[in-house]
Nanobody, 121 residues
């Protein structure tokens, strides 16, 4: 019914930049909040950033001033611009979308499959 496709991960040196993208497709009626999570080896998954339908954003303290979340409602896409990357940012990044499908008038969570971000020192 709904599929989230992530792209943009890769290997960069400390201080470099990457932009992650997540495109939602399928029988979508409306999209509410969108966000990015990450999970490093041996660590629990943590919330990185969120953005509401109206554009209100929130970030975990460790990425404030370096990461920017944005969305394109016409394309059902959420982005995460990551600047001044640090080795501590190394993790698998997952996008999350809260939406309603055409056949189910109830908000549900959908997850991307994850994309690897590796920052070398």
């Amino acid at each position: 019914q709904v599929q989230l496709v992530e792209s943009g991960g890769g290997l960069v040196q400390a201080g470099g930049s990457l932009r992650l993208s997540c495109v939602a497709s399928g029988r979508i009626f409306s999209i509410n909040d969108m966000g990015w999570y990450r999970q490093a080896p041996g660590k629990q998954r943590e919330l990185v950033a969120t953005i509401t339908k109206g554009g209100t954003t929130n970030y975990v303290d460790s990425v404030k001033g370096r990461f920017t979340i944005s969305r394109d409602n016409a394309k059902n896409t959420v982005y995460l611009q990551m600047n001044n990357l640090k080795p501590e940012d190394t993790a698998v990044y997952y996008c999350n979308v809260r939406l309603m499908t055409i056949v189910m008038p109830r908000v549900s969570d959908y997850w991307g499959q994850g994309t690897q971000v590796t920052v070398s020192s």
